[in-house]
């Protein structure tokens, strides 16, 4: 069992929760956390990357000089990958990076991202993060209370709150998302994770994948 403090917004201890590894996946499988980040990655890339082939680059295909008696080495065409200014050969053409993994895999794998910046004191669960009205520095006094200072943070709130993002999207480093939208990726980026207690039980709650799982489920 994990027993993790529940703090206020002055960082000062108010309760504990007692936190089965067992709800968070069991134990952290770094294979299948690096092929959901690797996913992520890959599914963010735009596949803009373009070079011109030989037989797009601008120039004549006029022979540049006759094959034998100059001495030089034959050549052809000006635009050939052999010249500078030529085309590129075998160079990058647009393509989609886009891929999944099975959804059970996925959601797995958040699990198990929770239960590693738990085990490793990464995380903290606040009791309280609710704002009157949008101000930078009152979060940031908060997030200094909480031990997270300069260091990039992903803040977890139960729902959206537009306050709490509004205060803090100023902020370097700083990430605000609902726990219905949390994945491997966005816990496992930043330095420090804040839970709010609401979304941290909503995790708790979350519907639970443990075990194996096909390759092609979706």
């Known amino acids: 069992m994990l027993t993790i403090d529940v703090v206020n917004t002055k960082g000062e201890r108010v309760s504990s929760v007692e936190v089965d ?75 989609d990076y886009n891929y999944t993994i099975p959804k059970r895999a996925r959601r797995l794998a958040t699990r198990m991202a929770i239960l590693s910046r738990l085990q490793d004191k990464e995380a903290v669960v606040v009791d309280g993060l609710s704002m009157s009205a949008p101000k930078t520095k009152q979060i940031a006094s908060v997030l200094k209370a909480l031990g997270v200072g300069e260091q990039s943070c992903l803040i977890a709130t139960a729902g959206v709150d537009q306050n709490v993002y509004l205060s803090a999207r100023n902020i370097k480093g700083m990430e605000i998302l609902p726990a219905g939208e949390l994945h491997a990726y966005a816990l496992l980026r930043p330095k420090k994770v804040v839970f709010t207690k609401d979304a941290f039980e909503a995790l708790r709650k979350a519907p639970k994948y443990q075990g194996t799982f096909s390759e092609g489920e979706e």
């Open 21 to 95: 590894p067992g709800e968070f996946g069991g134990e952290v499988r770094k294979q299948l956390l690096h092929d959901v980040v690797v996913m992520h990655l890959a599914n963010r890339r735009q596949g803009t990357h373009k070079s011109k082939s030989r037989g797009e680059v601008a120039g004549h295909k006029k022979k540049l000089f006759k094959q034998k008696g100059t001495g030089n080495a034959r050549a052809g065409t000006r635009r050939s990958n052999k010249r500078v200014g030529g085309g590129t050969a075998k160079g990058p053409v647009p393509r």
